[in-house]
């Protein structure tokens, strides 16, 4: 009763493992195209390039200059008796992001010369 159990576990596996070569074997019905045969026939274009950069350190230090001194005058207005330096920090923070982000986006608009 084992052998026959054995013989037929083997005889399965055979089967099975002969289906899976053959279909390992089959060639496609048509020709592919690989992605670098594509990217030689379709090269990319070169970016342009722009003034965001500039832009953006041109906005971000001005406006960044001007929420300090903001933040100053809103500090020595207010009645407040702590220190301020929290508020001129975190208004010059502000500023800068505001003008950086302005600045990198006028800047953008403007073609460099090769």
Same mark, same amino acid.
């Given at each position: 009763?084992?052998r026959?159990l &054995?013989?037929? *576990? *083997?005889? $399965?596996?055979?089967?099975?493992?002969?289906?899976?070569?053959?279909?390992?074997?089959?060639?496609?019905?048509?020709?592919t *195209?690989?992605?670098?045969? !594509?990217?030689?026939?379709?090269?990319?274009?070169?970016?342009?390039?722009?003034?965001?950069?500039?832009?953006?350190?041109?906005?971000?230090?001005?406006?960044? !200059?001007?929420g &300090?001194?903001?933040?100053?005058?809103?500090?020595?207005?207010?009645?407040?008796?702590?220190?301020?330096?929290?508020? $001129? *920090?975190?208004?010059?923070?502000?500023?800068?992001? $505001?003008?950086?982000?302005a600045?990198?986006?006028?800047?953008?608009?403007?073609?460099?010369?090769?």
């Open positions: 009763m084992m026959k &054995v013989a037929m *576990v *083997v005889l $399965v596996g055979l089967l099975l493992g002969a289906r899976a070569a053959a279909a390992q074997r089959l060639a496609p019905p048509f020709p *195209v690989s992605a670098l045969q !594509l990217a030689n026939r379709f090269p990319a274009a070169e970016p342009h390039r722009t003034y965001w950069l500039e832009g953006g350190l041109i906005g971000g230090i001005g406006l960044g !200059l001007f &300090v001194y903001a933040g100053t005058q809103f500090c020595a207005t207010s009645d407040a008796t702590r220190h301020c330096g929290g508020t $001129v *920090v975190g208004a010059g923070l502000l500023g800068a992001a $505001v003008g950086f982000t600045g990198a986006l006028i800047g953008g608009q403007f073609d460099k010369h090769r």
